[in-house]
Nanobody, 122 residues
Framework: QVQLVESGGGSVQPGGSLKLSCAAS????????MGWYRQAPGKERELVAQ???????DYADSVKGRFTISRDNAANTVYLQMSSLKPEDTAVYFC????????????????WGKGTLVTVSS
């Protein structure tokens, strides 16, 4: 069993900052890519940022220059530092991870967290 647990969400004023964390636990042999997605009310889930095992990262155009994704491989944790937040960043943020559960696993499985709410409002 693998669990991803997000934390760090909350309410912030426009222009403010928040840092999200997502820790993976359970049966984990190796983690490949980790990422953050978000889903605003009435909209589809969209990719925000992702980072591979070599720390190469990619961002949605809407967050480039404002958000930074990072990871701590020893702690099986991925972070999302969000700055210059805008009302349109309001959403439930989900993390995911591509995980090989055991050394014998022949393919990776994508796991998802349950999400953390970020609200940007004055």
């Amino acid at each position: 069993q693998v669990q991803l647990v997000e934390s760090g969400g909350g309410s912030v004023q426009p222009g403010g900052s928040l840092k999200l964390s997502c820790a993976a636990s359970g049966s984990i042999f190796r983690i490949n890519a980790m990422g953050w997605y978000r889903q605003a009310p009435g909209k589809e889930r969209e990719l925000v940022a992702q980072i591979d095992s070599g720390a190469r990262s990619d961002y949605a155009d809407s967050v480039k220059g404002r958000f930074t994704i990072s990871r701590d491989n020893a702690a099986n944790t991925v972070y999302l530092q969000m700055s210059s937040l805008k009302p349109e960043d309001t959403a439930v943020y989900f993390c995911n991870a591509e995980i090989f559960p055991t050394r014998q696993s022949s393919y990776e499985i994508t796991y998802w967290g349950k999400g953390t709410l970020v609200t940007v409002s004055s």
